[in-house]
Protein backbone atom coordinates (compact mmCIF):
# COMPACT_ATOMS: atom_id res chain seq x y z
CA UNK A 1 0.00 0.00 0.00
CA UNK A 2 0.66 3.47 -0.74
CA UNK A 3 0.01 7.06 -0.30
CA UNK A 4 0.80 10.29 -1.46
CA UNK A 5 0.03 13.10 0.68
CA UNK A 6 0.40 16.72 -0.31
CA UNK A 7 0.36 19.43 1.44
CA UNK A 8 0.88 23.26 0.87
CA UNK A 9 -1.95 24.69 -0.61
CA UNK A 10 -4.07 27.21 0.29
CA UNK A 11 -5.15 30.94 -0.48
CA UNK A 12 -3.09 33.61 -2.10
CA UNK A 13 -3.09 36.98 -4.02
CA UNK A 14 -1.92 37.66 -7.53
CA UNK A 15 1.76 37.55 -7.96
CA UNK A 16 2.69 35.75 -4.78
CA UNK A 17 4.08 32.56 -4.45
CA UNK A 18 3.04 28.95 -2.59
CA UNK A 19 5.17 25.63 -2.27
CA UNK A 20 3.67 22.86 -2.58
CA UNK A 21 4.55 19.56 -1.24
CA UNK A 22 4.08 15.64 -2.12
CA UNK A 23 5.35 12.53 0.72
CA UNK A 24 5.22 9.17 -0.72
CA UNK A 25 5.09 6.78 1.81
CA UNK A 26 4.29 3.17 1.94
CA UNK A 27 5.50 -0.39 0.38
CA UNK A 28 7.80 1.75 -2.10
CA UNK A 29 11.10 -0.10 -4.20
CA UNK A 30 11.32 2.95 -6.47
CA UNK A 31 10.25 5.73 -7.93
CA UNK A 32 9.67 6.78 -11.27
CA UNK A 33 8.15 9.97 -12.53
CA UNK A 34 6.40 12.52 -10.15
CA UNK A 35 4.21 15.08 -10.88
CA UNK A 36 1.73 17.75 -10.46
CA UNK A 37 -1.61 17.62 -12.13
CA UNK A 38 -4.47 20.55 -11.55
CA UNK A 39 -7.91 20.37 -11.96
CA UNK A 40 -10.86 23.04 -12.32
CA UNK A 41 -14.42 22.23 -12.40
CA UNK A 42 -15.42 21.33 -15.67
CA UNK A 43 -12.17 20.61 -17.12
CA UNK A 44 -9.90 17.72 -17.08
CA UNK A 45 -7.23 17.35 -15.32
CA UNK A 46 -4.07 18.61 -16.99
CA UNK A 47 0.20 18.20 -16.17
CA UNK A 48 1.69 20.92 -14.54
CA UNK A 49 4.89 19.70 -13.97
CA UNK A 50 6.79 16.30 -14.00
CA UNK A 51 10.13 14.93 -13.32
CA UNK A 52 11.92 11.94 -13.60
CA UNK A 53 14.18 10.21 -10.88
CA UNK A 54 16.76 11.24 -13.20
CA UNK A 55 15.78 15.30 -12.74
CA UNK A 56 14.46 15.62 -16.10
CA UNK A 57 11.40 18.10 -15.69
CA UNK A 58 8.58 18.73 -17.74
CA UNK A 59 5.80 21.89 -17.49
CA UNK A 60 2.89 22.86 -19.05
CA UNK A 61 3.36 25.93 -21.44
CA UNK A 62 1.52 27.95 -18.85
CA UNK A 63 2.96 27.80 -15.86
CA UNK A 64 7.34 27.60 -17.53
CA UNK A 65 9.58 30.28 -15.59
CA UNK A 66 6.91 30.76 -13.11
CA UNK A 67 6.86 27.23 -11.09
CA UNK A 68 9.94 24.80 -10.58
CA UNK A 69 9.51 21.45 -9.98
CA UNK A 70 11.94 19.84 -7.80
CA UNK A 71 12.15 16.05 -5.78
CA UNK A 72 14.14 14.91 -3.18
CA UNK A 73 14.66 11.46 -4.11
CA UNK A 74 15.63 10.20 0.10
CA UNK A 75 13.07 11.56 1.22
CA UNK A 76 10.41 10.37 -1.63
CA UNK A 77 9.31 13.91 -1.88
CA UNK A 78 8.59 15.94 -4.50
CA UNK A 79 7.89 19.89 -4.53
CA UNK A 80 6.21 22.22 -6.99
CA UNK A 81 7.21 25.93 -6.29
CA UNK A 82 4.93 28.37 -7.61
CA UNK A 83 6.17 31.91 -8.55
CA UNK A 84 3.84 34.69 -9.94
CA UNK A 85 0.70 33.10 -9.46
CA UNK A 86 -2.23 33.79 -11.43
CA UNK A 87 -5.57 33.91 -10.58
CA UNK A 88 -5.85 31.53 -13.78
CA UNK A 89 -3.88 29.06 -11.28
CA UNK A 90 -6.49 28.11 -9.56
CA UNK A 91 -7.47 24.64 -9.13
CA UNK A 92 -6.94 21.09 -6.91
CA UNK A 93 -3.53 20.16 -7.30
CA UNK A 94 -3.09 16.64 -7.43
CA UNK A 95 0.36 14.69 -6.62
CA UNK A 96 0.89 11.39 -8.88
CA UNK A 97 3.80 9.09 -9.16
CA UNK A 98 4.85 5.87 -10.93
CA UNK A 99 5.75 3.56 -7.89
CA UNK A 100 7.32 -0.26 -8.03
CA UNK A 101 6.96 -2.29 -4.88
CA UNK A 102 9.35 -4.41 -6.19
CA UNK A 103 7.29 -6.40 -8.22
CA UNK A 104 4.87 -4.41 -10.42
CA UNK A 105 4.83 -0.22 -11.27
CA UNK A 106 1.51 1.11 -10.11
CA UNK A 107 0.54 4.95 -10.83
CA UNK A 108 -0.77 6.49 -7.76
CA UNK A 109 -2.75 9.93 -7.14
CA UNK A 110 -2.80 11.91 -3.90
CA UNK A 111 -5.51 12.85 -2.07
CA UNK A 112 -5.09 16.77 -3.84
CA UNK A 113 -4.53 20.03 -2.26
CA UNK A 114 -6.69 23.83 -3.05
CA UNK A 115 -4.52 26.43 -4.48
CA UNK A 116 -6.69 29.39 -4.72
CA UNK A 117 -5.70 32.56 -6.17
CA UNK A 118 -7.44 35.42 -5.59
CA UNK A 119 -7.15 38.72 -8.52
Known amino acids: QVQLVESGGGLVQAGGSLRLSCAASGSIFSINVMGWYRQTPGKQRELVAA???????NYAGSVKGRFTISRDNAKNTAYLQMNSLKPEDTGVYYC?????????????WGQGTQVTVSS
Open 96 to 108: NAAISDGHNWYTN
Open 51 to 57: MTRGGVG
